[in-house]
């Protein structure tokens, strides 16, 4: 360890002492500024930055506009030095580690995994700034993937509640006694294929077929509204990079709010639409439990009967059963309510039959993998910009799309 932070301190000095011996970075006496003015040179100026060897004292020719009040450093623009004190290597690095620990973590690992110093905040800014640059980049990035596409393509749609700072859930109803709220929901899309199958022939998700885009951002919109909903733009956004409309068979999983068949049925009107069937088998667990209470054999007897009802598409004696009890059980009467008005989408046998998923176990696990691990660790609370900035560093990150987003970042910065 000695020697590596020895040879790390000795080739930043290298290229220190032959950056700062080269001062061709000052052009002249002026310089076009961004604002369309000249800025003149005032003289060469100091900073330290932070790269993948440790730190750099550069010195750099710095120019003035006299009429924005603006000054730059030609060199920091070529070295892609702008905005932060971390050079790209060391950029990357920092939003690598922030996308998968907390920021003080990360500034540990990046201490002893890469032997450079950058302080919690510090990795707080760069990844914040860095993640909304990746948001940025994924509304523009819409070329699709350039890879085979699966007879079936899966699209889920689900949500989970982040613990957010009370300045962001002012006016906002929750569930807590006094109606307050403590979380914002995260809206995730996901996208997968699932052409393997297990011993028993139940489809496998695909390995490395899943790819994950979220945010705090609405669903909601109205018939008569001009624009569709930020997620469903988002969700369109991902359909079109994964191929979605050119697959032989769409289809759309889900656990059966309102907002994910709405979404469905005006983006995807070929798709086949079906609701998490374990979703709803945790609803008939519920409504047995609320029956016969949670431990009587009586009521474990009536749980199993209706989820192999379920199973075997009898949904009409499903539904006879649950109406029978809809007047003395509230919880008997939603579930009732809840299944007649998604029983197209579960039709569980013929979809079984066809080779198709019925669980969103792989979109669960990305709400946990995706947002979960990263955003709800104890004692966490975000900001919307901070939370929507972290999730689209994960979701780049999990779906393999890092290394696209730096070529591309790299083609914007020299231009």
Same mark, same amino acid.
């Given at each position: 360890?000695?020697?590596?932070?020895?040879?790390?301190r000795l080739a930043?000095r290298?290229?220190q #002492?032959?950056?700062?011996?080269d001062?061709s970075?000052?052009?002249g006496s002026?310089?076009?500024?961004?604002?369309?003015?000249d800025?003149?040179?005032?003289?060469?100026?100091?900073? *330290?930055?932070t790269?993948?060897?440790?730190e750099?004292e550069?010195?750099?020719?710095y120019?003035?506009?006299?009429?924005? %009040? #603006?000054g730059?450093?030609p060199?920091?623009?070529?070295l892609?030095?702008e905005?932060?004190?971390?050079?790209p =290597?060391?950029?990357?690095? *920092?939003?690598?580690?922030a996308s998968l620990?907390?920021?003080?973590? =990360?500034? #540990?690992l990046?201490?002893e995994?890469?032997?450079?110093?950058?302080?919690?905040?510090m990795?707080e800014?760069?990844a914040?700034?860095?993640?909304?640059?990746?948001?940025?980049?994924?509304?523009q990035d819409? #070329?699709p993937?350039a890879?085979?596409?699966?007879?079936?393509?899966i699209?889920g749609?689900?949500?989970t509640g982040?613990?957010?700072?009370?300045?962001?859930?002012e006016?906002?109803?929750?569930?807590?006694?006094?109606?307050?709220?403590r979380?914002?929901?995260?809206?995730?899309?996901?996208?997968?294929?699932a052409?393997?199958?297990?011993?028993?022939?139940i489809p $496998?998700?695909?390995?490395?077929?899943?790819?994950?885009?979220a945010?705090?951002?609405?669903?909601?919109?109205?018939?008569?509204?001009?624009?569709?909903?930020e997620?469903a733009e988002?969700?369109l956004?991902?359909?079109?990079?994964r191929?979605?409309?050119?697959?032989d068979?769409q289809?759309?999983l889900?656990d059966g709010?309102p907002f994910?068949?709405?979404?469905?049925?005006?983006?995807?009107?070929?798709?086949?639409?079906?609701?998490?069937?374990?979703?709803v088998?945790?609803?008939?667990?519920d409504?047995?439990?609320?029956?016969?209470?949670?431990?009587?054999?009586?009521?474990?007897l009536?749980?199993?009967?209706?989820?192999?009802?379920?199973?075997?598409?009898?949904?009409?004696?499903l539904?006879?059963?649950?109406?029978?009890?809809?007047? *003395?059980?509230?919880?008997?009467?939603?579930?009732?309510?809840?299944?007649?008005?998604?029983?197209?989408?579960?039709?569980?046998p013929?979809?079984?039959a %066809?080779?198709?998923c *019925?669980?969103t176990? $792989?979109?669960?696990?990305g709400?946990? $993998?995706?947002?979960?691990?990263?955003?709800?660790?104890?004692?966490?609370?975000w900001t919307?910009?901070?939370?929507?900035?972290?999730?689209?560093?994960r979701?780049?990150r999990?779906?393999?799309?890092f290394?696209?987003?730096w070529?591309?970042?790299?083609q914007?910065?020299?231009?």
């Open positions: 360890m000695a020697l590596r932070d020895r040879s790390l930043a290298l290229i #002492q032959r950056l700062n011996a001062h970075d000052r052009q002026q310089l076009p500024c961004r604002c369309g003015h800025a003149r040179y005032v003289n060469r100026r100091g900073k *330290t930055f790269s993948v060897l440790g750099l550069l010195e750099r020719a120019y003035h506009c006299s009429a924005c %009040q #603006q730059f450093c060199r920091d623009r070529a892609k030095l905005g932060f004190a971390l050079s =290597g060391a950029l990357r690095m *920092t939003g690598a580690a620990v907390s920021f003080e973590e =990360g500034s #540990q990046l201490k995994l890469a032997g450079i110093s950058v302080n919690a905040k990795v800014r760069a914040e700034a860095l993640g909304a640059e990746i948001a940025a980049d994924e509304r819409l #070329q993937a890879t085979p596409i699966p007879a079936t393509l699209l749609m689900d949500g982040i613990p957010m700072r009370r300045t962001e859930l006016g906002r109803a929750g569930k807590q006694p006094d109606g307050s709220a979380t914002r929901e995260v809206k995730l899309c996901s996208v997968w294929s052409e393997s199958r297990d011993a028993k022939g $496998v998700r695909d390995e490395g077929s899943v790819s994950y885009t945010a705090i951002e609405s669903a909601a919109s109205l018939d008569t509204d001009p624009n569709r909903s997620f988002r969700v956004r991902e359909a079109t990079r191929n979605f409309f050119e697959a068979r289809v759309v889900g709010a994910i068949w709405n979404i469905a049925t005006e983006l995807f009107p070929r798709a086949i639409q079906i609701v998490d069937r374990y979703h088998k945790g609803h008939l667990i409504v047995g439990k609320a029956l016969f209470g949670a431990t009587s054999e009586e009521g474990k009536w749980r199993k009967q209706r989820c192999d009802e379920l199973d075997d598409g009898k949904l009409d004696a539904l006879e059963e649950l109406r029978h009890h809809a007047a *003395t059980c509230e919880d008997a009467r939603k579930c009732a309510d809840y299944i007649a008005r998604n029983r197209d989408r579960m039709r569980y013929e979809f079984h %066809q080779g198709l *019925t669980s176990g $792989v979109l669960e696990a709400c946990k $993998v995706a947002i979960g691990t990263r955003l709800k660790r104890a004692g966490m609370h919307v910009r901070g939370a929507n900035a972290i999730i689209a560093l979701c780049c999990l779906s393999g799309r290394e696209d987003f070529e591309r970042r790299a914007r910065m020299a231009a």
